[in-house]
């Protein structure tokens, strides 16, 4: 399989080709841990690989995806069954998708910012995970409208124009 982009990760799980079978086990991470995640993706640090099964039969019993339960496939088979990597794969989808409402809330979850005027060099996290009560618009910028040009407009539009080029 090519490498995936956070994009393609997106569109081939909300398109049903991404799965999660029954014997993984659920989706564990903290907030903090997803945070530093994406930090670590965001500063191009080695993430290691993803592991799928690639295969033309669906299987009986399934999980869902972190809060998410999976659309049926609109494409067909084959179908990619994670095999490793499910908690990097749902903290991406969970983090950046904008389709999809929560159907549960199996871990505590929160979304994640990126804390305006941080420097790329930083050892720090440039990434927070806050409840919308915490949220300062004007130090956090949200990362799920970033795939949706609405909500990315509107969460820019009262930055100025080089805060705007950084994020």
């Not at 993430?47 to 009986?60: A, Q």
């Not at 499910?86 to 998708?97: G, L, N």
Request: proline fraction near 5%.
């Amino acid at each position: 399989m090519p490498e995936l982009s956070i994009r393609k990760i997106i569109e081939k799980t909300l398109s049903g080709e991404i799965r999660i079978p029954s014997f993984q086990r659920g989706f564990v991470w903290e907030p903090e841990k997803v945070a530093f995640f994406i930090d670590s993706l965001y500063k191009g640090y080695p993430i290691g690989s993803l592991l799928f099964w690639r295969t033309n039969i669906r299987l009986e019993n399934e999980r869902q995806l972190g809060n998410y339960s999976l659309p049926e496939p609109t494409k067909g088979y084959p179908l990619d069954y994670v095999l490793d990597g499910q908690q990097r794969i749902t903290s991406i989808f969970s983090v950046f998708q904008t389709e999809l409402t929560a159907v549960s809330t199996v871990s505590s979850w929160m979304d994640i910012y990126y804390i305006l005027g941080s420097s790329v060099e930083s050892q720090q996290s440039q990434f927070v995970p806050l409840d919308a009560n915490n949220v300062d618009a004007k130090k956090h910028f949200p990362l799920n409208c970033l795939f949706d040009s609405v909500k990315y407009r509107k969460a820019t539009e009262h930055l100025d124009d080089q805060t705007k080029i950084e994020v």
